[in-house]
Every structure is written in C-alpha cells, then in structure tokens.
C-alpha cells in the first residue's frame, strides 16, 4: 500500500507524458463536469498521480463581473495575514470556502478557499494602471510576499480547480459535476522538473487565462527572463507559468490577434519564411527577430482558456499529440482520440492539427 | 645597451642527419635566424633572433628543426620569474614600454572552461541536425518592444516599421582587424570570406581599400579616436558602422600602428603620411561625456540616411553594465564587448595584461542590466575576446550575447602562430605586415577557403550542441541561462554569471 | 591540348621548395635525405625560381607547341611525345653540345656536368600524375591546367 491507497500506481510502468482534455460549446451552452471528468479519467496512464486539474468558464454567472479569486492556504494564519491585503485593495463581494469532497487518493488538504472581489475604486483611481493589470500586480503580490498563501485562479466567471492526485480524482474532489461550464479544461500531470506540490498542477492561470500543458519547454530559461522584463514574475518552478504570461503580454498588452500570437510560439522554419510573397515574408521575419525571446521550444501540446475563446496549438515540429473534433458547436481537443471518443462517441469531423496551426475556438455573436 | 643581459627566450635546434641543406629556413625567416655557409656546406642558427613563429619548422621539407622554450632557467621563484626578471631587463637596457602583440597570455580564470551545457534526454528529445532543420540565423540591430498588426479580410499585415538589421548566416563575425596591422591580402581574404559565407567583417580603424569595397553590403566599417579613412564614400561602402570606444586588448588607450606597417597603400587607405606612427588620441576628442557619444551617433545616422545600424565598441571595463545602458539610451542600435583576452597589432604589454575584465563577466551583467531596465531588446550584444572554439560560442550566446567576434581565432585559422611580434611588422606568415617580402606569403584564396571551413566547422558544431540541449533555434537558447552550470566557480561569480552550480 | 605549369608570382614565397621536390622526384631514392645527403651526384633541379626585389617565381620549360629546342637539336634527344605531350629529353642520344640551351628562349634549360656533359630540363614529371612542384608548392603558387593554349 502507497500513500494513494490501493492504487500502487508506483509500481506501474513508467509511461512518459502528461495528459490533457478540454471541450467548447461554442454556442455558450453549459455542461456539467461529469463529462470531462470522464474523458481525463480514460488518460488515467498518462499521470502519475502527481497532479491533476481543471478550468471551467462561465461557472458563476451572478457574480460575472467580479474577479473569483480561488487560494491555498497552510494555515490560519496565512490566511489572516492575505485577507488584510486584499481587504485594502479589494472590496469583497463574498467570501467561503470551496465546497469539496472527501475522495480517496486526494490526501491532506490546504485550506481551500474562494473570494468574489471587486478592486477598490479608491485605490485604483490613484494608480495608473487598468483593473486587470491591478489584479495582475495584487496577485503577484500576494503570491511573492504571503508566506504560505497561494492565489490559483484569479479570473472573472472563471475558476481553477486543482490537487496532487490523479485528475478523476480531482474533479470529485472538488464536485465539479456540481458547476456548469461552456468550457472545461482538464489536465493529468507527470512531473519529472518539479516536486508534486498543489500549486504546480496545471492548469496555471493569471486573469481568465488558463493553460494546461503537456510537454517540457528548452527554452524556458529564456521566455522567463523576457516575461521579467515586462513586470512579470515567475514564481511557481513550472514551464506553464511562462506561457501563460507570455500570453497575456501578447493578447492583452501588446495587443495582437490570437493566430499572431501562436505564430510567436511556434513559428514557422526559416526555409519555408524564404519561398513566400515578399509581405508574408516580412511579416514573419519580423515576427521571429522581435519575439524571438518568445518562441517556446521544445515538445509541446497546450490548450488556453480564456473568457469566450479556446485555442489549442502544437510546437513547431509537433513532438506531442494533440487531437481535435467537431461535433455541433461543440470543439474537443485531446491527447489521445480515445480521450475524445470516450464523451463523444461519433463526432463529424474528427482531425490532427498541424505544427503551429492553432485550433482556435469561439463564442458565437449573441451568445452567453 | 651594447651587451644585453638577455637569455634567448627560444631554443632553435637541428637534427643535423636529416639536413639537406635546402636553405629554406634561411630563406624564410625574415629575423634572420638561420644562415648558410658554403665552405662548411653547413646551416648555422641564432637562437637569440627567433621569435618563435614555427614558419622555418612547419617549411623544412625534412622536420630537422625543433624550437622550443630555452630550457636555461632562472632559480626558481614563484614571485621573480623569468618573465618578470627579463622585462626588467630589457627596459633597463632601452627605457623603452614594452610592447606586445595579440591577447593578454595571463593565466586569469578562464570561465568557458567553467561552464558546461545541458543536454536534453527522456523528458524532452535531443534534436539531430542531420536529419532535422536547426536554425542560427541571427538578427542585429534594434528591435522594438512589440509589433502592430492589422487584420484586413482575414490576412494579418505588419504595420510596424523596422530598424536597419544585420542578417547573419551564424551568430559569429569577424572582429576588428584594421588594413595595416594586417596586410592587405589578410585584409581581402577576411572580406570575402564573410561575403561568401553570410557574415560580416570588421575593418577596424584602419579605413577599407578601394579594392575591397566590393564586399561592402559584409563590411562593418569602424569610426574610431584617429577617424583614420573615414570619409563620406567609407560610411556609405559598408553594411553598418561602428565607433570604436575601446577595446579588450588596451581599454583606456588608442590604436598603435608602428610608422614600419604604414606603407604606401596603408598611407593612402588612413590618409596619413607614408611611415609616419599612427598613434590614435585614448579618447574621441569630441565624446568627453555620454551625451557626446549620443551627438556622434546621430551624425552618423543622418550622414547615412538611417539605413545602417550604429553600433559603438567599448571595452569590458569595471561599469559596462552602466556605460552599456548609457549607450543604448544614446542611440546605439549594437553594443560591442571586447574582454581581456581581446587581441590587438600592437599594445603596451603592462596594458595588456591587466586592465580590463573577462568577457564572461561582462556580458552577464551587461545582458542583466539592460533586462532589468526594460531596454534589452533595444540593442543586440556583441561580444568579443579570446573566443577559441564553437562551445565559447554558444556558452556566450546562453549567457546572453546576440553574437559573437572573432579575431584570434580568424588569424589562426589563417597561419598565425601567436608568437606575438605583429608590431614588428615582420610577419613571416604575411599576416601582420606590409613588408612585401613577405605579404606575399598569405595566399588570399587558402586563406579564404580556411576562413570558410572554420566557419562551416563551427557551424556544424554549434547545431549539434543545440540539438542536444533539445533546442531546434538560436533564439530559444540566447539569454537561455538555466541550460549553463558553472563547475568550480565562486558564490560570487556564479551570481554574476547568472547560472547554478552542476548538480543543482 | 595539354596542361602546363604555370607560376602565380603574387604568392609566390621565394621559399625554393619546388626546387628541393624536383630533385627529389629525379632521383634514385625518391627519398629526400637520401636524395640529398648520400646520392653522389646530386641530380640537378629542373625548375628554378627567379627572384628580382620582392617578386619571384618558378620557372621551367613551357613545352612550346613549336618548340625551337627540338629543332635545334641535331641528334634527336629533344622531342615531343606524341602531338600533344610534353617536350622531353633523352640523355642517352644527348651528346652535349647544348645548342638547345643557345636557342631556348625562356632560358629554362640546363647545363647538366654532373656525369657527363649534357642538357637537363623540365619532364613535366612525365608518367605521374601531377608534376612534383605543384604538388609540394606550400603556397599554391604553381597550378598544373590547361589554359587551351
């Protein structure tokens, strides 16, 4: 017997890789987390038990325009202790912990728990900075400077639900068949770089950005140092942390359309750039000599969240697998077909993206 | 002085059964080592002349020379050596400042061979070059912070106007090597060289010859404290140019080009009399302060119509990291690093050997400072100083260079032996002279081809390493310092490199 | 048809080893201390480098198409291989009187008194692959081509 309990799973044979699963409806309606609990579950040999996690989108409509602020804490006193700081930022619209489980192979627990805030007018208004790069710099804050209090998913209508465990066992743990989505994402984790602590299991978000990652960044030492740059701090030792950021400095600072972004991350080669039209080629060109400090090298398969948009994208030469279908409105990816299949037995159209070309899902007009 | 008190600092030995007596060491030694004797149908050797240059070992047909150190030893004494006792000596017997050729030969800390890199395995796969594309294409030259694009029927347009760039094939280029202290045909066979290959050459401050501003769109022509050549065709007939501050060999001192280099083209090439000393000011007499670096600058930037990279050189001094953030925000679109182990025609030897930094050091924390300042991409680094091999260049490029200089390490690959007497213009490699005896020796197309062939090995080699670290572009390894480990260093440097120790 | 030597004085380095190889290549030996230190007598070189100030080159025979030697010659021991190969001399019909070397007019041929008295010029190192020259050249200052003329 393990400390996970009857599963010795570390006696299994060692199968390389982490696990990844998400779905959109892109027509806004909204799931439960039953299903998505059920196609990570199918991934089960992808884990090692060592994390597992979730994003859900839309999951708290009465409080939509407020930031969900989600947190661990070691103990009371940390607890205390970040309370008052972001009583003096923040204005707390309610406050609670996050409802979950008793599961087994979900061993002892932080305190969980879940703020609705609203930045304070007051001190917003003498700062020169919009409400979300407050939030950004409030959570940073906390994350640096509280000892033993760690902010997890900090987006409006949006939330992150993670553990050490296998993700199935999560996704009980924290009763996610309880909430309604029209995104789920979800995340099996086989960490090798970094120790099995709450915090470092995907997904990692900032704002409503949410990544789950499979795969190891080389270039990481550099997309961290480049981020830093921009006011960013890499706090938690994962290579998902650096993407996200990267993200949001593409997206929301810098401005620039979502394909334009993952061409960053996965350009494509120098011999390809060399045989375009002469404005395509200027295009990339300067794409690769600006961002070049931005490009993710290495093996992976990401899928972002963010409020109304999923999109999954493939490294430059497509070292991990990644899936996707379409069924209605709705858009599966996954790192295996199975994955897929498992909640959605017969899709129409069924395909495997290639590198650098994003598969990019989107609210309709109208919708929620 | 007539007698002189000093032991031949080289031994000249022949191995007399394998002598044929083809006088070829006689012929070639322009110090006049060996010399023939007919009645004896003998060849003699005066081992106080030789200044260690192999060039009558590497020609004899036979191998019958041996040059070794003297083995005549002082007593031995870890404070007075030899070295120490004979610089005394031949000062007492000129009064003159020593001088010295090519890089500082001190045993300082060599960090490179400090420094080892990853590789990746089972969690990320190593990339083979053979078989997969593995890109050093490198870029130099300001970059802005982001790019604005605009969308137009689904199609993504840039909108952003770039700076002036530099495209190299590999991030490594000829450093500064000026037409005087090296010969012409050193001079051409550098030029082409970078023209063919997809880099650029650097002419130092020696100004370009007519003949060699073919190969202009590859030249980085230098502006340095004498402005020797430098004239409005000079700026226009290159790719880039480059104030020269300082370099690694003699920070705080100007160029030196013994009146003996300074023929007739060197003459008409720097606009200075025939055999006069050119002797550049220590500083531009017209940058006393960094507002004045910004005023040149964009003078040069005017004169050229914005459509070549400024890029200003200085040495690796105590504040680089401060100076290289002043130079950024005067203007300048590159910074040039020279280190301690920078290579130079001529400089004082004190000079030499102990003012500067490494140029490790300097890049980690001119590279730090300028991200810290949220400056980093406005400006490419370039380092140079004492690089000998493809892993020199890819530890800097970790480190966080854009690129990197070789000058060393191109005149090696061309014939130098290093034996460090450029300043006498005698050069029995035709490298560092313009006797015409012996330019002659430097055939431009071998040289060419073996300028080349490094180049080429070295590129191979780099996209090997790369790929082993699971890395398939240059750019994700730039600044990339988490792929370095520093073994045996100090708490202190490992700070300041910016890397862990192996094993963590 | 036919390739030829031909020096590039601008790399030329006076160093004379051209010389040293040839001798090399006519000798017994073909060892080159041997050659030198115990073959009595020593055969003698048949290219010789011109020196005038700074500039030098090696010279040899030019295997003229009309070559003025093999007309001088009255014994036949000049002649030409074939219609397009090099001029070659043969020492056994050569009878000394050196007419060959009066008329040559890159002065390019030899008086060879070593065993007896004859003339002595360049063979192209007929019969090898490359003449020894070019080949111990360290400089590349001789080239062995066809130049077509």
Redesign the interface.
């Given at each position: 017997m393990n400390e996970y309990g009857m599963r010795d799973l570390l006696r299994e044979k060692e199968i390389?890789g982490c696990g990844l699963s998400a779905y959109m409806d892109e027509s806004g309606k909204r799931s439960s987390g039953n299903d998505i609990i059920q196609s990570i579950a199918l991934l089960h040999d992808r884990s090692n038990g060592l994390g597992g996690g979730f994003a859900a989108y839309g999951i708290y409509p009465e409080f939509a325009d407020s930031y969900a602020f989600h947190l661990f804490y070691e103990d009371g006193v940390s607890q205390a202790a970040c309370e008052e700081l972001i009583r003096s930022s923040f204005e707390i619209r309610e406050s609670g912990p996050i409802a979950t489980r008793k599961t087994f192979g979900i061993g002892p627990a932080p305190i969980i728990w879940r703020y609705f805030v609203d930045p304070k007018e007051e001190v917003l208004a003498h700062q020169d900075l919009s409400a979300d790069d407050f939030v950004v710099r409030e959570v940073m804050k906390i994350n640096r400077k509280i000892d033993g209090a760690f902010v997890f998913s900090s987006g409006k209508n949006m939330g992150a639900f993670k553990a050490v465990g296998f993700p199935e066992d999560v996704g009980d743990f924290y009763r996610l068949d309880e909430y309604e989505a029209y995104m789920w994402i979800a995340h099996g984790r086989f960490p090798?770089?970094t120790p099995g602590w709450w915090g470092g299991a995907h997904p990692f978000t900032i704002l409503d950005w949410a990544i789950v990652h499979n795969?190891?960044i080389?270039?990481?030492?550099?997309n961290m140092?480049?981020v830093?740059?921009?006011g960013y701090h890499c706090t938690m030792m994962t290579d998902t942390e650096v993407m996200a950021y990267l993200f949001d400095l593409l997206l929301r600072?810098?401005g620039?359309?979502v394909?334009?972004a993952c061409t960053i991350l996965a350009p494509p080669?120098?011999?390809l750039i060399e045989h375009m039209p002469e404005?395509e080629r200027?295009?990339y060109t300067?794409?690769?000599?600006?961002?070049?400090?931005a490009?993710?090298?290495?093996?992976f398969a990401i899928v972002l969240g963010s409020t109304g948009m999923m999109v999954a994208l493939n490294d430059?030469?497509k070292?991990r697998p990644l899936v996707a279908a379409r069924k209605g409105s709705r858009i599966y990816v996954s790192s295996e077909e199975s994955g897929i299949r498992e909640i959605c037995p017969h899709p129409d159209t069924v395909w495997m993206p290639r590198t650098g070309e994003p598969v990019i899902a989107r609210l309709q007009e109208g919708t929620a | 002085m007539r007698f002189s008190y000093i032991e031949p600092e080289f031994l000249v030995e022949r191995r007399l059964?394998?002598c044929?007596?083809?006088?070829?060491c006689v012929?070639?030694c322009a110090f006049e080592v060996h010399t023939y004797d007919e009645a004896s149908d003998t060849v003699f050797e005066d081992s106080s002349k030789c200044v260690g240059c192999l060039r009558c070992v590497t020609?004899c047909?036979?191998d019958a020379l041996i040059v070794r150190q003297n083995p005549t030893t002082f007593k031995e004494n870890a404070n007075w050596t030899g070295r120490v006792i004979k610089n005394i000596y031949k000062q007492a017997e000129t009064g003159g400042v020593l001088l010295t050729g090519m890089g500082n030969d001190r045993p300082y800390p060599i960090y490179w061979d400090h420094m080892v890199l990853n590789a990746?395995q089972?969690?990320?796969?190593s990339?083979d070059p053979l078989r997969?594309?593995m890109?050093l294409?490198t870029?130099l030259g300001r970059?802005?912070d982001?790019?604005n694009?605009s969308?137009k029927e689904g199609k993504?347009?840039?909108e952003?106007k770039?700076a002036p760039?530099l495209e190299l094939r590999i991030p490594v280029l000829f450093s500064a090597l000026s037409y005087g202290a090296i010969s012409f045909n050193a001079s051409k066979a550098l030029a082409s060289a970078a023209y063919e290959f997809g880099t650029y050459y650097n002419t130092g401050e020696g100004g370009l010859h007519r003949d060699l501003y073919r190969y202009g769109e590859r030249t980085i022509v230098q502006c340095a404290s004498g402005r020797f050549g430098v004239h409005k065709d000079y700026l226009q007939a290159g790719a880039a140019i480059e104030i020269k501050i300082g370099q690694g060999a003699k920070p705080g001192i100007g160029g030196h080009l013994p009146g003996e280099k300074v023929s007739e083209e060197v003459s008409k090439t720097r606009m200075i009399p025939v055999g006069s000393d050119a002797l550049s000011p220590a500083p531009h007499h017209d940058i006393y302060s960094i507002e004045d670096l910004r005023q040149l600058i964009y003078a040069l930037k005017e004169a050229t119509r914005y459509e070549k990279p400024v890029s200003v050189k200085i040495a690796a001094v105590h504040n680089s990291a401060a100076i290289a953030s002043g130079m950024v925000r005067a203007g300048a679109d590159i910074i040039a690093l020279d280190g301690i182990r920078g290579g130079t025609g001529a400089a004082p030897t004190t000079i030499r050997d102990n003012v500067g930094i490494p140029i490790e050091l300097a890049i980690a924390s001119v590279d730090q400072r300028l991200?810290e300042e949220?400056i980093?991409?406005q400006a490419s680094i370039v380092a140079a100083g004492g690089f000998r091999s493809s892993a020199d260049v890819v530890k800097a490029i970790a480190l966080g260079a854009d690129a990197v200089y070789i000058g060393t390490s191109a005149l090696v690959a061309m014939g130098c032996h290093l034996c460090q007497i450029c300043y006498t213009g005698k050069c029995n490699w035709?490298i560092a002279t313009q006797?015409?005896?012996l330019e002659?020796?430097?055939?431009p197309?071998?040289a060419k081809e073996r300028l080349m062939n490094l180049l080429r090995a070295w590129e191979h080699e780099i996209k090997e390493m790369l790929g082993g670290?699971?890395?398939?572009?240059i750019?994700?390894?730039?600044?990339?310092?988490?792929?370095l480990r520093g073994v045996g260093l100090t708490d202190s440097e490992l700070d300041i490199l910016g890397i862990l120790p192996a094993g963590r | 048809m036919m390739k030829r030597v031909y020096a590039k004085e601008?790399?030329?380095?006076?160093?004379?080893?051209c010389?040293?190889?040839c001798v090399v290549a006519h000798s017994q030996s073909k060892n080159?201390?041997k050659?030198?230190?115990e073959e009595f007598p020593r055969p003698l070189p048949r290219v010789k480098v011109e020196e005038f100030?700074?500039f030098s080159f090696a010279l040899q025979c030019r295997h003229c198409q009309d070559p003025p030697c093999i007309e001088a010659c009255m014994t036949g021991a000049m002649h030409r291989e074939g219609l397009e190969g090099p001029v070659l001399h043969d020492a056994d019909r050569c009878v000394g009187c050196w007419m060959c070397i009066m008329v040559c007019p890159y002065g390019a041929i030899a008086r060879d008194e070593t065993i007896k008295k004859i003339a002595s010029k360049c063979d192209l190192c007929y019969g090898e692959e490359e003449p020894a020259c070019v080949a111990?050249c360290?400089?590349?200052?001789l080239v062995y081509e066809d130049r077509g003329e």
């Open positions: 390389s090798t770089n795969g190891e080389s270039s990481y030492g550099i140092r480049y830093e740059m921009f600072k810098h620039l359309p394909e334009t080669f120098w011999d404005e200027a295009y300067a794409l690769r000599m600006v961002y070049g400090s490009m993710a090298n290495g093996p430059r030469v070292l | 059964e394998r044929i007596r083809c006088q070829v012929r070639q020609y047909p036979t990746s089972v969690t990320n796969p990339i997969e594309p890109e294409k870029y970059k802005p982001h790019l694009v969308v993504v347009k840039l952003t770039l760039q991200r949220g980093r991409q035709g006797d015409p005896y002659k020796r430097l055939n197309e071998i670290m699971g890395i398939n572009a750019e994700s390894l730039r600044g990339n310092r988490l792929h | 601008e790399v030329c380095a006076g160093c004379r080893l010389e040293v190889w080159i201390i050659a030198f230190n100030g700074p111990h360290p400089n590349e200052a």
